[in-house]
């Protein structure tokens, strides 16, 4: 077949992708299935190797992303559901006072959401910022609200455990220790960049809250939320569980006790990541530290000392837990799928010649990988609006191009999270985030795309410069 035809069965399964889940209605998972299946057989696969090619690339994608993704939810659920997260923000921001509260709440926040989804951590922290900003002085929490959950889903977007990343980063043989360490890097100035953004956003307009939303808030331990009629089919967990936090015996752990815990596993996968390029390979001291370096096993050690830590020394038994565990099992699967699928499209597109025709046209169009993988998924994004979704889809049409490529492992990293940034951007009304952020500040959807999507954008491609920055160096 011409690589002309090959190049149109790409574009025409990229258009089907995104017709089955705009405007169908169709589920992530079952739309990447049917298109992985339609693109094979249009790119002239026997039909007998479909299938094993389609098991194929769910196996090869889940090995590592159902492990990370699935612990990671565990370890949210301890931290959550022992009221980790709340303690944490609580006796943070009123050590600092009120008048630090844009800070804090983003220096906590930033922390919360590393292994818990963004749409429950933003939850978790509604009624701490609703209170805050009450205390310092009447303050809008949209001033706060709208900087504090920015950060919240670029580190969403950026750092693994969490599934669009991990699956990407999957997809292209990325390190993912290298990706959370890097992301993490490139995340702090975003932080600091959502901070003053905020700030110049909001100082010559007033955003007023719903009085409802702020009745629903003001002194409260938590929600539970209804996902929006509209909501297009969530990136992330089933936001009707309900968020209260539930305390042991003794009114649940110290807060640096619980950053701690969260922390544990980022310092586990940054001594594997050191040690790499320090120890001698085969030493005693090498073996240890790379298996504790392990994302897996760095998240697997921090659920169990989590467990005891923040649940069985403050009066839970190991029955509640592994109950709450077993819980956050199910959200997560339905990511988990989704990143499967997505591998099985990208298989797909490998197996038939498809991808690597993308790729010769793109290697000889001169566009550099990196911008090209960030506007492939801002494309997705745009478009489709889920995250995860647009960081699959973009991974799985630049997979040839990236393997084909002489890159270094840091330039594959960065490749991965210029892919990260573009699917952060631009959030709008397609977008589960958008409605979570607006519905519960009480904005119009006007306002929220004044604020919200603009936000999103700021940093998402102030992301990309940096990330571009990095390969500058590293090239």
Known sequence: MSVVALIGIAVAAVALLLALIIWLKVPAFLALLIVAVATALAGGMAPADIMPTVIEGMGSTLGNVALLVGLGAMLGAVVEKTGGARILAERFTRRLGP?????????????????????????????????????????SPVIVGIPVGGIMALIHGLVPPHPGITGGATLL???????????????????????????????RREFRVDTDVQRRFDGSAGAAPVRPDDDPAGDSADLTADTTADTGRDGGPGPFTVAAM???????????????????????????????????????????????????RHGWSMDRLGSLMNAALAPAAIVVFVTGAGGVFAEVLSESGIGDSVSGVLVESGVPVLLLAFLLATIFRVAQGSATVATLAAAGLV?????????????????????????????????????????????????????????????????????????????
């Open 99 to 139: 008048e630090r509260v844009g800070p804090a709440l983003l220096v906590v926040s930033s922390i919360v959401v590393i292994p818990i989804f963004f749409d429950v951590a933003y939850i978790i922290l509604l009624p701490i910022l609703f209170s805050f900003a009450k205390a310092a002085g009447q303050v």
């Open 262 to 312: 969260i922390l544990v596993p980022v310092v586990l996968i940054a001594i594997g990541t050191v040690s790499e390029l320090v120890l001698a390979k085969g030493s005693t001291l090498h073996g240890v530290t790379s298996l504790a370096g392990a994302p897996a096993f760095a998240l697997l050690f921090a659920v169990v000392l989590s467990s005891l830590v923040l649940g069985v």
């Open 173 to 203: 043989d990325a390190d993912v220790g290298l990706v959370v360490l890097v992301g993490l890097g490139v995340c702090v100035p975003l932080g600091v960049q959502a901070y003053y953004v905020g700030r110049l956003m909001f100082a």
């Open 399 to 475: 997979q040839s191009t990236v393997a084909a490529g002489d890159f270094t492992n840091l330039q594959v990293v960065l490749i991965v999270l210029a892919i990260g940034c573009g699917a952060s951007s631009l959030s709008h009304v397609n977008d589960s985030g958008f409605w979570i952020v607006t519905r519960f500040l009480g904005l119009s959807v006007a306002d929220g795309l004044r604020t919200w999507t603009v936000m999103m954008t700021v940093l998402s491609w102030t992301g990309m410069l940096l990330v571009s920055g990095l390969w500058l160096i590293v090239s």
